[in-house]
């Protein structure tokens, strides 16, 4: 009886106990959990949900490359960019050889015009993968805003050696052209480019560019229409100001 009765109370304390811990599991899901309900949030357009339950994932799991990324982009995206870029760096401490992390932190700080930072990042990612063609398409960009013209440029063209269609890589090697003072080379990579039917209006209006800074500014306002302004002008804006080179978001059209 006695022993009876001793089985029965363990039975009863396991019980109790592993109630505990489903309750516990219950009001304390794990990171992944957090990340499949912010995901479905997000794509309900609940962003105020998504962003908390992206950061309860993140704050659980500092050490998971994933959640501090969709953390970092949910706050992208309400706007609180310093506190994107703050999870990032932090999570780059924990994690430096995260090729994500290492690329969206390159962008923003491209984007803040920390272009060695920048630099450094995307080598980063190359050292371990060096045909990551975002990684190529930034470490251009930020030799361009470093004025390194034709270094980037090289980047340029193993990207695009990788991904030859690829619009914003071929974009940003006109750009680049036209910023070191060959506007017949930029215009001959941004014609094909311009005449795609998936080009953006940026696209386009890069052609236009590159058709003023080669003297035919008859043709550039054809393209761009009424209302194009002082083509010439904003030509030698371009070739002047670095700040122009387009930065391509993470995860944005190719």
Not at 53 to 76: I, S, V
Not at 126 to 149: P, T
Not at 151 to 173: F, G
Not at 243 to 251: A, D, H, K, L, S
Request: aromatic share 2%.
């Amino acid at each position: 009886m006695i022993r009876s009765l001793a089985a029965r109370v363990c039975i009863g304390a396991a019980a109790v106990t592993l109630a505990a811990c489903a309750s516990d599991e219950i009001r304390s899901p794990d990171a992944g959990t957090r990340m499949r309900v912010a995901a479905a949030a997000e794509a309900n357009g609940q962003n105020d949900i998504a962003l908390s339950m992206y950061g309860a994932a993140a704050a659980r799991d500092p050490d998971n490359a994933e959640a501090q990324a969709r953390f970092a982009m949910a706050l992208l995206r309400t706007g609180n960019r310093p506190q994107a870029e703050r999870v990032l760096a932090a999570a780059m401490e924990r994690r430096p050889g995260d090729r994500r992390l290492g690329l969206l932190l390159g962008r923003l700080r491209l984007q803040n015009g920390a272009a060695g930072e920048a630099l450094s990042l995307f080598d980063r990612v190359l050292a371990s993968d060096s045909r990551n063609v975002e990684a190529l398409d930034g470490r251009g960009v930020a030799l361009d805003l470093m004025g390194r013209h034709p270094e980037a440029q090289e980047s340029y063209r193993r990207a695009q050696a990788i991904a030859p269609d690829s619009i914003s890589v071929a974009n940003n090697l006109g750009l680049s052209l036209l910023l070191d003072g060959r506007p017949d080379e930029a215009r001959a990579v941004l014609e094909p480019l311009a005449r795609r039917s998936d080009a953006p209006q940026r696209v386009t209006a890069n052609y236009a560019i590159s058709l003023a800074a080669t003297g035919d500014e008859a043709a550039a306002r054809a393209v761009l229409g009424e209302g194009s302004g002082d083509l010439r002008a904003l030509a030698d804006v371009l070739r002047v100001n670095r700040q122009v080179i387009e930065v391509t978001p993470t995860g944005g059209r190719s």
